[in-house]
């Protein structure tokens, strides 16, 4: 398989579940990201990482907790979310964090949160 | 920090009228700006970005300092140029990331 990787495509937690999201990319990118889709409001840019390293955290509550153990895998994981969260967490790649500004996207894990 | 504005949520035109999808920033320093789309059932992806000053699928963008603007144009719309479209610009700093408009949904009719 190619490019950008999510799963799965679809899930649905209760707000004491822990769950987590995977994304894998087969690009040979060093830097992954968390974006946040949801309704009516800007895609919001979560985590940042480049080479494994976490180099942008933007105020995002720590319910949200993101892994990166290589440079072609990220994860987040889920605990104690709210209903608020329910929303298309998209993943993307790019060559390197430092890059002209190419994002390659997964097809997005929509989350519901009850 | 560089904020994007893309003022439509919709634009409706017919096949064959022009496009112009609009996009003001506010920046310091020098912008880069990128256009993404999102077709039906597709994922986001790459349209164009300003630096290359090329034209794909039609489509091209000027970026336009005194105005701050950096609108997406197309003289002829396609059926298949319905889509939601994305004005980006990049931040640059420790790490380059994208900071997305609120996305203007294009739709083209016969």
């Known amino acids: 398989e190619t490019g950008v990787t999510q799963t799965p495509r679809h899930l649905v937690m209760g707000m004491t579940n822990k769950k987590s999201l995977k994304c894998e990319q087969h690009?040979?990118?060093?830097?992954m990201y968390w974006y946040k889709q949801s309704a009516k409001k800007p895609l919001e840019l979560m985590f940042v990482?480049?080479?494994?390293?976490?180099?942008e955290n933007n105020s995002v509550p720590s319910r949200f907790s993101p892994e990166c153990p290589n440079s072609s895998h990220l994860f987040l994981h889920l605990h104690t979310l709210q209903p608020e969260d329910s929303a298309l967490y998209l993943c993307?790649?790019?060559?390197?964090?430092?890059?002209?500004?190419?994002?390659?996207f997964g097809e997005g894990s929509r989350l519901t949160v009850l | 920090a560089q904020r994007v504005t893309q003022p439509e949520k919709l634009l409706s035109v017919f096949k064959g009228a022009p496009v112009e999808l609009k996009c003001n920033y506010s920046?310091?320093?020098?912008?880069?700006l990128f256009w993404y789309v999102q077709y039906s059932r597709q994922r986001l992806q790459l349209l164009l970005r300003?630096?290359s000053r090329e034209s794909i699928k039609g489509f091209t963008a000027d970026l336009n300092k005194g105005e701050t603007s950096f609108h997406l144009k197309k003289p002829f719309a396609q059926e298949e140029d319905s889509a939601m479209y994305y004005c980006?610009?990049?931040?640059?700093?420790?790490?380059?990331?994208?900071?997305f408009g609120t996305g203007t949904r294009l739709q083209v009719t016969l």
């Open positions: 690009l040979g990118h060093n830097a």
């Open positions: 300003h630096i």
């Open positions: 920046y310091s320093g020098s912008p880069e």
């Open positions: 993307a790649s790019s060559l390197t964090s430092g890059g002209a500004g190419e994002l390659f």
């Open positions: 990482y480049s080479l494994e390293e976490r180099v």
């Open positions: 980006a610009p990049l931040n640059t700093g420790t790490a380059s990331k994208l900071t």
